[in-house]
């Protein structure tokens, strides 16, 4: 029992670390840089500059061993949001005398119209991408705890840590009333009719459990006299910043300024 106790009295003791190089950097930090990076391609508005952007977070995620994290939302993103909006614009972008890709069905593809789905559409994967290796490093409860280190309430930063949280649980509670329901022999998958029919001896069970956990949630906050209006302790420490993690947030910032500030000047002066 002392070893036990004093396995967790070393654990929480020190600064809490994941075992990976830009996984430690303050989650305030890695937001900073990710929208930063993520930010560069609705400046510079060059579909290749942007591609480049998404290789690069690709082989970040590989490198820092997030790879199948990464891919498995970005691949839907690509199909989702590059191809739905290059058809988008082949649909709606007019030129005067066009570049015919090819012809389907009377339906004139464009170069003009593709470049232009493809800079938009990699603008926006850019981004996603940096906003998906953000939650790929970072847990919420971390990046609530360095807010309310900045200065959040803990009401507001708990609302928010809890809304997210909430999502992931009752997604949870859908698999497992989902299997418990087919163990059962209602019919959970087929045609629009039979998922209907299931839907009722879903969302019962799903519903009371959620009251349920909010009533538990309530009556732990209070035994933990969450409403008390005096500094919280914390269980969990983040390591300090470091110097050359400040200095890289900076120069990235810079950077960025630097960047915003171009783009600005030639668009007065044209």
């Known amino acids: 029992?002392?070893?036990?106790?004093?396995?967790?009295?070393?654990?929480?003791?020190?600064?809490?670390k994941s075992g990976n190089w830009f996984g430690d950097f303050n989650p305030l930090s890695k937001l900073n840089i990710l929208l930063v990076i993520g930010l560069c391609g609705f400046f510079i508005q060059d579909w290749r500059f942007s591609l480049g952007v998404c290789i690069l977070e690709y082989l970040f995620a590989a490198l820092n061993g997030k790879f199948k994290y990464f891919n498995s939302i970005f691949l839907r993103l690509i199909f989702i949001i590059g191809v739905f909006i290059i058809l988008i614009r082949e649909l709606s972008y007019k030129v005067e005398n066009p570049t015919i890709m090819f012809n389907l069905l009377g339906w004139k593809w464009t170069w003009e119209a593709f470049y232009e789905g493809l800079r938009l559409g990699t603008v926006i994967l850019s981004f996603s991408g940096a906003i998906i290796l953000f939650y790929a490093f970072t847990t919420m409860r971390d990046l609530m705890y360095s807010l309310e280190q900045k200065g959040v309430s803990h009401a507001t930063s708990y609302v928010m840590l809890a809304s997210f949280q909430t999502i992931i649980d009752l997604r949870a509670s859908v698999v497992t009333i989902m299997e418990s329901q087919k163990a059962r022999g209602i019919e959970t998958q087929g045609n629009p009719l039979v998922r209907l029919k299931a839907f009722f001896p879903i969302i019962t069970p799903l519903l009371l459990g959620a009251l349920s956990s909010s009533e538990e949630k309530f009556v732990a906050m209070d035994a933990r006299a969450f409403a008390v209006e005096r500094k919280h302790t914390f269980l969990r420490q983040l390591r300090k910043v470091p110097a050359y993690e400040k200095l890289a947030v900076v120069a990235i910032d810079a950077a960025f300024a630097a960047l915003v500030l171009y783009k600005l000047v030639r668009l007065f002066v044209h």
């Open 1 to 16: 029992m002392d070893t036990l106790i004093q396995h967790y009295s070393d654990l929480y003791n020190h600064d809490q």
